[in-house]
């Protein structure tokens, strides 16, 4: 089945550094690539996410970007700000698209 | 989050006893999911269901069973609670399955002594 890796584990910037999380997958059958941000207390959300007939999508400071043939994708915050202090999750689809498959996720923590 | 609800929030059980965490939702979404979550390990599919009485298994299911009697409710039942068993569990609903995303609940943090 599908397994996803994550990396760094942790990950502490600046404020107003970037931030770039990575993750690869197993299954090249998976075609479906979301990232959730989970903040203390609360369950995961989804803050981006990204197909495989798609490179590259951006959404404000926030980027993602795909490599099919690598099999690996990542996230890309510019700018960041302490709110962006969270635990963030990629994952990706099995390959049937019922369920998805979590990266062990990235804590990142951002200073002022 | 909005339009799914977990219970109980907190809950303390004794090694042996059988528990069952419930998870509620009101978007009349096809597809439910249980994970578990925890340090080192990252969100972890326990079960997850795609239609009333249609369930599956993910990659920890050993010692936990699931009930969908109808499309709103999942439950997630420990047969003998283990220490092992310690988590926070989430649980997530989709309208199209994995390649739509998730939305979900707060979770349900479980300790077993």
Redesign the interface.
């Known amino acids: 089945?599908e397994n996803v890796e994550?990396h760094p584990s942790t990950l502490s910037v600046q404020e107003g550094d970037s931030a770039v999380i990575k993750c690869t997958y197993s299954d090249s059958a998976s075609?479906?690539f979301?990232w959730?941000k989970q903040e203390l207390g609360?369950?995961?959300?989804?803050i981006i996410?990204i197909?495989s007939n798609v490179g590259e999508k951006k959404d404000q400071r926030i980027a993602v970007t795909l490599n099919k043939t690598a099999k690996h994708f990542s996230l890309h915050i510019t700018e960041t700000q302490p709110e962006d202090s969270a635990v963030y999750?990629c994952a990706a689809?099995?390959q049937a698209?019922?369920?998805?498959?979590?990266?062990?996720?990235t804590t990142l923590s951002v200073s002022s | 989050?909005a339009g799914i609800t977990q219970s109980p929030r907190h809950k303390v059980t004794e090694t042996g006893t059988p528990v069952t965490l419930r998870c509620h939702q009101t978007e009349n979404h096809r597809?439910m999911?249980w994970?578990r979550q925890d340090p080192?390990?990252?969100?972890?599919?326990i079960h997850?269901s795609?239609g009333v009485k249609d369930t599956?298994k993910?990659?920890v299911s050993d010692g936990y069973s699931v009930s969908r009697s109808k499309t709103e409710d999942f439950l997630l039942t420990l047969e003998s609670a283990t220490s092992s068993q310690t988590s926070v569990y989430?649980c997530?609903i989709s309208g199209e399955?994995?390649?739509?995303?998730?939305?979900?609940?707060?979770?349900t943090r479980l300790t077993v002594v």
């Not at chain 2, 080192?40 to 599919?45: D, F, P």
């Open positions: 089945g994550q075609n479906y979301p959730y609360k369950g995961p959300q989804l996410d197909r999750f689809s099995n698209g019922t369920a998805l498959i979590f990266g062990k996720g | 989050d597809y999911y994970y080192g390990h990252g969100l972890r599919l997850y795609y599956d993910g990659e989430f997530a399955g994995a390649n739509y995303g998730y939305t979900f609940g707060s979770g």
